[in-house]
Structures are given as C-alpha cells and as structure tokens.
C-alpha cells in the first residue's frame, strides 16, 4: 500500500437490491422504488455504506430488467423517475451512496437501437449488433447453420434467425437479450453518454454486468470461430472468444476516461466477470491501469459443481481455502478483491455452504459471514442474507420464474434427461432461490406486499424474517451490523495483510490479518463437529475475542459453525 489514503471502498460495505423482491409498495406483487423508500432505514440500520441496486430501467422483463429496452428512465413496473431521485437523496441522506447496474453487453431486442438495427441490412444500425450469415454451404434456420457452435448461458444456440433479413444475431444469453457489438464506436460512445448522464443525476457507479464478454474476438475478416465441443448437447463452448477478449482492457481504459476521469473519488466501479482469473483480475483493478476499482470472480461459487451449475458436487473446504487464498495473495500488492456468497444469481449461501437445519441455521448463516467479511476486500451483502434467508423448498415446475432455470429444463428433458433429476438439480442450484421476497415480518406475504407475489414467498418466513431479528442482539442480523461496525471501526480489518492457516484442515478455516503491527486471528469451525482449538491454533486459546457468533464459552474448543475473532496477546 501506498501511503496515500486508501480509497474509502476499502472500509465500505456494499448491499444489493434486486428490486423485484425487495418491498412492493403498490400492491401488485412486485418490489419498486416506493417499497425501497420504505425500506432505507433498514439499510441504515444494518450500516452499510453502498446500495447496489439491480435494474430498474424500462424493461420486456425476459431476464427480471437485465433485458434493457431504454437505459435512460425507470420501468413503470418499478416506479418513475421523480421516486428514483427521492430514493437517491434518501440515501444519500444517510451517507448510503448508490450504485446503478450497468448491463450493456446485450440490450433488449426491443430496445430501438435493436428495433432499428434489425429493420434492414442497410440500417445505420445494422453494425451495432452482431449479425451474420448462415454458415457457409448451409440454408438459414437449418440444423447448425448457426454462425457459430456456442452454446448460450440460458441453453440453446447464441444464435436466433432473423427470418426477414436471413441472417442471425447474436445473443450470449436469452434470445430477447442481443449482444452489442463493442467494434463499433458509435455504441461505445453512446454507452459512455449514457453513463455520464447517471453520474450527472447524482449516482455513485456502477456495477458491470458481464463486463468481461464485451469485446469478441474477431479475427482481422471480422470472423467468429466455433468452440470445442461440449458433452450431452450438440452446443460448443465459445467462451475462448469471449471471455476477456483482446479489446477488453482498451475498451475499460477508454470508458474510464470518457466516463469516470476527473469525477469526484467518490465513485465505485464494479465489473461481474465470469470466468476471469487472478491474473487478469490484477490487470482490471491496478489503479494504475484506470479500468474498474474491483471485479466479482467466480471461482469460489465453482467449486460445488462439476462442469456446470446442474452436476452439483461436495465442496472440500480446502478447495475453497486454496482459491479464496491465492485470491487473497494474488491482490494483496496491486488490485483489490470484492468478496461475495449471495447475490441473485446464486443459491441461498446458508443452504449451499453453510447448514440450514434448524440446529445450525443461525450459527452457520453467522459463521460464513464472519468469514467472509474478515477477508481483505469489499463484503457484498445480498438482500435477505442479512437475516439468514435459505433456499426455497421447490417441488414442481411451475414454481420457477427464471428463464435460466425454465430454459434448462426444456433443453435438459428434449435430450434426454429424467425431469425428476431435472427438478432436483433446479430446486438446488436455481436463481430462484435467491429471488424469492424478502422475509419482513411472519405475516402471510412476509410484509412484502399486500398482494399476491410474484413468487413465492419461502414458508419459513414466519419463523425466518427482519422483524423478529431487529431486536435480538443474537440474530443473525445483528451479528451483521457487528460485522459492518467492525471493518468500520479496525484499520487491521479493512487493509490488513491476509495470511490463510492450516490450509488442508477439512473443518477449520483460520487465518490473520495484520496491521502495522495489530494482528487478527480469525478462526471458524466450517462444519458440525467441535473442533480441538488448543490443539491446532494454541496462539487461540488465551486470544481476548473482538467479535464471536456464539456466547464465550470453553476457549479451547471451537463449537460447530462457532466462529471467532480474536486479537492475540502481543
Ligand atoms: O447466473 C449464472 C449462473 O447461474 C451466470 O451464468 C450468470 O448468467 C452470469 O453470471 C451473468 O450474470 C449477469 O448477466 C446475466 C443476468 O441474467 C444475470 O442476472 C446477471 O447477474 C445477463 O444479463
């Protein structure tokens, strides 16, 4: 570290909003502007510093408002304009800034840039998309005459006819989200205009969605290339010409000087980048290189599956002790880590990592989140962690919402699979988990809405919900206001050094963070059985505790998911 002052994102606490399932306000089951209003004391309560809020821009709703048919005003669905500038002065009158989600690899196919590319070949527009022939010696709509073989994140081809023109275009996710075409700078410099006009609005940054997939690999003929083939569908993985693609450190150089050069540093950028490695994770978040403050990775919500999200496996704790630590190591000097379990794309953490049996619920739920908030990095928490909200007991199709999950199932059943394990496999690993509303108080909509939601409210909430937390200093909420207070509080906690320890340890997940000589020693028991702490870690034993999730007790045996912060004798 420099002795410059380190960025205050480096003391912050960010918080996601995804506005569908946050507080409906009007009655029509769906979260808005109105019902975050109502909800700011929450966030001020619980102390975090950043909202990050999921769209909220007019929106076709094909992937919940990450489908963007006009990215300058506010879906009805979600509110008007007037209550997006109050939400933002409510924040910001409790020192809360606001982060916008900035999805601009993809439009919607209704947005009118998409409209009008789409109208004709010769469309000034046409060129700001990704369109092309069949492939050569093939008829259009035919069986793989796809330009290419790549197989979309939501199933099926990232390719879609367009019947009038003869040619395709290019999706990487749902068909109703075209991919733009970042060649072309007319639709870098109209990203950046947009960009400016939110920040001249007053908000704080931006969290990138899949900012990593915008720059393609196109040879100098301006040819995409097939991928290698993937098992079980007649699809390849095209991710090698996509992922952090050869343009991509040049085009977030070029946006950090159009957009972000000379603003006040009160900014926060934030890029969603699946697939991307510590290396490059270094080269995106070197301050030096001006492209994005810090990067969502997804190696550790990797590592519970084998090849993709449906063919789930145990995690091995040492697998995610290796990969949180070279994380840690490779950003420790240059660049800077955002630290995440929940967010909503993933399952409920308590139910994936932790253990959401009415024995552990509570201390498991407290335990990952000591864990993870005691890393150097940004904590990211996702609404309705806060109070240890649990994946959705799903027992039929007709419960799901997501295209993702929905588009799965037909694919998975047209090529053979048993629906039943289809089932199984969404009930664990679906968005939907994530998406279900959150859980105010015991009353029959969870004091979501006074309508009917749209969808389903996770029974468990009668038991599981804000309202029976907010006083209890043992809840799961309250030991995340701790948390926040904490890095608030310790220097150590926000720049210390990391070191991991006993990094083969199937059940304890300890390491330090040091600080101009103060050090933290942060111990937690990952699993069900009381760990021997004495015999591991002694330096633990007469450590005076900073922070616990469980009453103290013996100090030389760490109780199951019993997590500690301690602050050894120097
Ligand atoms: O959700 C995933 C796995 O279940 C990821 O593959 C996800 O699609 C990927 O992380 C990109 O996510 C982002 O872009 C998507 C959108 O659906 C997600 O909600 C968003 O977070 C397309 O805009």
Request: charged share 25%; hydrophobic share 40%; proline share 8%.
């Amino acid at each position: 570290m420099s002795t410059e002052e380190p960025p205050w994102w480096t003391r912050a606490v960010v918080y996601q909003v995804y506005p569908r399932s946050f507080q409906d306000s009007d009655g029509d089951g769906i979260g808005d502007l109105g019902g975050i209003l109502q909800r700011v004391d929450h966030l001020a309560d619980l102390g975090v510093d950043v909202v990050w809020l999921s769209p909220v821009y007019p929106s076709p709703q094909a992937d919940n408002g990450y489908d963007i048919s006009d990215y300058e005003d506010i879906d009805p669905l979600f509110g008007t304009l007037a209550q997006f500038d109050e939400l933002l002065a409510a924040l910001h009158g409790r020192g809360i800034r606001l982060v916008m989600d900035l999805v601009v690899n993809h439009t919607s196919d209704e947005h009118p840039w998409f409209v009008e590319s789409r109208s004709s070949t010769d469309s000034p527009k046409r060129a700001w998309y990704w369109w092309r022939p069949p492939r050569e010696g093939m008829a259009a709509g035919q069986p793989g005459a796809e330009p290419t073989n790549w197989h979309s994140f939501f199933s099926g081809p990232t390719w879609t006819l367009d019947q009038d023109s003869g040619e395709y275009y290019l999706h990487l996710f749902a068909r109703k989200q075209p991919d733009l075409n970042w060649e072309n700078p007319e639709v870098r410099q109209a990203v950046y205009a947009m960009m400016r006009r939110w920040l001249d609005r007053g908000v704080d940054g931006f969290r990138m969605d899949v900012i990593n997939m915008i720059s393609k690999d196109v040879g100098p003929d301006g040819a995409l290339h097939d991928g290698p083939p993937l098992p079980g569908v007649p699809y390849g993985d095209g991710s090698a010409s996509y992922l952090c693609g050869p343009r991509i450190h040049e085009f977030l150089q070029e946006m950090h000087r159009e957009v972000f050069a000379g603003r006040p540093d009160r900014l926060l950028t934030v890029g969603e980048m699946p697939g991307v490695t510590v290396e490059q994770a270094r080269l995106f978040t070197d301050p030096a290189r001006a492209e994005v403050d810090m990067v969502f990775q997804f190696e550790h919500v990797g590592l519970d599956f084998d090849g993709d999200k449906w063919h789930p496996r145990p995690l091995r704790m040492r697998d995610l002790k290796a990969s949180f630590g070279r994380w840690q190591a490779g950003l420790a000097d240059v660049g800077w880590n955002s630290l995440y379990w929940d967010n909503h794309d993933q399952p409920r953490a308590v139910s994936r990592f932790g253990d959401d049996s009415p024995r552990f619920r509570r201390d498991s739920a407290t335990c990952l989140a000591t864990l993870l908030h005691l890393h150097r990095g940004t904590p990211y928490v996702y609404q309705g962690e806060e109070i240890g909200m649990a994946n959705f007991p799903f027992t039929a199709l007709e419960q799901f919402r997501d295209v993702e999950s929905l588009n799965h199932h037909v694919q998975a059943v047209a090529h053979g699979a048993d629906p039943a394990e289809v089932l199984a496999a969404m009930r664990r690993a679906s968005r939907d988990n994530a998406r279900t509303p959150v859980q105010w108080d015991a009353s029959p909509a969870a004091g979501f809405t006074t309508g009917t939601p749209w969808i389903a409210v996770n029974p468990d909430h009668r038991e599981w919900n804000a309202a029976a937390q907010r006083e209890d200093p043992t809840s799961v909420l309250a030991h995340h206001r701790r948390l926040i207070a904490l890095r608030h509080e310790e220097p150590v906690v926000a720049l210390g050094d990391f070191t991991m320890l006993l990094p083969d340890h199937d059940d304890v997940y300890a390491f330090t963070r040091s600080l101009d000589g103060d050090t933290l020693l942060v111990v937690c028991n990952v699993g069900p059985a009381p760990q021997p702490l004495a015999d591991l870690l002694p330096e633990a034993v007469g450590a005076g505790v900073v922070l616990g999730n469980l009453p103290e007790d013996d100090p030389a045996v760490l109780r199951p998911w019993e997590a500690r912060v301690l602050r050894p004798a120097r």
